[in-house]
């Protein structure tokens, strides 16, 4: 049961660390949407025979933002609500328990995909954020995928009767 419980927590804490990071977004839109647009731009790197990738309207840059915010908020709410439904399985058997983490899986999947490929990918290897100087966030980005990572590794384990 206890690991039935650390499970719960730990996909109730990230659902709550996403979503708090969704609502930073909205409320304090233009901190990070600096980043966003400097990094699509390329206007913080050196100059490089991959500047050709730049993505220089604003519009795409809220676009993009506004992307980055909308699956931050699905994560939180798919992970949010997955910690519930295992909260209302916790007692029960373990074919139904284990049946219960599908949304959580699925929360948990997005946040990551959003921070290892939206991040790690497509800005740090496509955007050549990793040169960017204070606009890299690929370790901030990492510090997530790793914690995601390991809630939905430990939540992956078969619970058994």
């Known amino acids: 049961?206890?690991?039935?419980?650390?499970?719960?927590?730990?996909?109730?804490?990230?659902?709550?660390?996403?979503?708090?990071?969704?609502?930073?977004?909205?409320?304090?839109?233009e901190t990070n949407f600096d980043v966003v647009k400097h990094i699509l731009s390329m206007d913080m790197i050196p100059p490089s025979p991959l500047a050709w990738r730049a993505i220089t309207s604003p519009a795409l840059h809220h676009l993009c933002y506004g992307f980055i915010i909308v699956a931050e908020f699905v994560s939180a709410l798919l992970t949010l609500y997955g910690a519930w439904l295992l909260w209302r399985a916790q007692a029960e058997e373990a074919t139904r328990f284990n049946a219960a983490k599908e949304i959580a899986v699925a929360g948990l999947a997005v946040g990551f995909l959003l921070y290892f490929f939206g991040f790690m990918a497509i800005g740090g290897e496509w955007f050549q954020m990793w040169r960017a100087g204070v606009y890299n966030m690929q370790e901030p980005a990492f510090r997530f995928i790793g914690s995601v990572g390991l809630v939905m590794i430990f939540l992956g384990q078969r619970d058994v009767d």
């Open 1 to 29: 049961m206890m690991a039935r419980i650390a499970k719960i927590a730990l996909v109730a804490s990230t659902g709550l660390l996403v979503l708090l990071v969704a609502i930073n977004n909205v409320f304090d839109y």
